[in-house]
């Protein structure tokens, strides 16, 4: 760890990828939107290292989601396996350093839950722009109130 900064950006992205799992896993959109909100907010701590840590979200998740839509008509179990393991991967502190594994696993399940809260996404469309920068999140109940 060089700084401070390390440790809560590790500590966010922990918390981060907690409420991407739980609001794939529960269908939840108050979930994606707390994702959003600690993202953001990581991006505060980190800047620039952010926006490269999305760029190969989008580019290794797409590719693993595109896997997985082939592998949900082929075989459910093995889906479901899958999606496990990349839930797994998220929640562990010991896998946040591993950039290509973290990446693959949040850029899937992201969309995952993405399609199943029913927001629409168009990766293609946007060309090098960032999937999470893609999506309206919508206002978090936090966000209202800073309005105010």
């Known amino acids: 760890m060089e700084n401070a900064?390390?440790?809560?950006?590790?500590q966010l992205k922990l918390a981060e990828n907690h409420f991407?799992?739980?609001?794939?896993a529960e269908n939840s959109m108050v979930d994606l939107q707390q994702f959003a909100v600690l993202r953001?907010?990581?991006?505060?701590i980190i800047?620039?290292?952010?926006?490269?840590?999305?760029?190969?979200e989008t580019t290794l998740g797409?590719?693993?989601?595109a896997r997985l839509m082939v592998l949900i008509q082929a075989n459910r179990a093995e889906f479901v396996g899958a999606t496990v393991v990349h839930m797994s991967t998220m929640?562990?502190?010991?896998?946040?350093?591993?950039?290509?594994?973290?990446?693959?696993?949040t850029g899937c399940v992201l969309c995952l839950a993405l399609?199943?809260?029913?927001?629409?996404?168009?990766p293609v469309a946007n060309g090098d722009k960032p999937l999470f920068?893609?999506?309206?999140?919508?206002?978090?109940?936090?966000?209202?109130?800073?309005?105010?």
């Open 115 to 122: 399609k199943q809260i029913g927001i629409d996404f168009d």
């Open 91 to 105: 929640r562990n502190p010991q896998k946040l350093l591993d950039a290509r594994k973290m990446a693959i696993a």
């Open 47 to 56: 800047g620039d290292a952010l926006m490269a840590e999305m760029q190969l």
């Open 5 to 10: 900064h390390d440790i809560d950006n590790l």
């Open 133 to 148: 920068w893609q999506v309206d999140f919508g206002k978090t109940a936090v966000e209202l109130l800073l309005q105010c």
């Open 40 to 44: 953001r907010a990581r991006g505060r």
């Open 62 to 65: 797409l590719a693993e989601y």
């Open 20 to 24: 991407l799992a739980k609001a794939f």
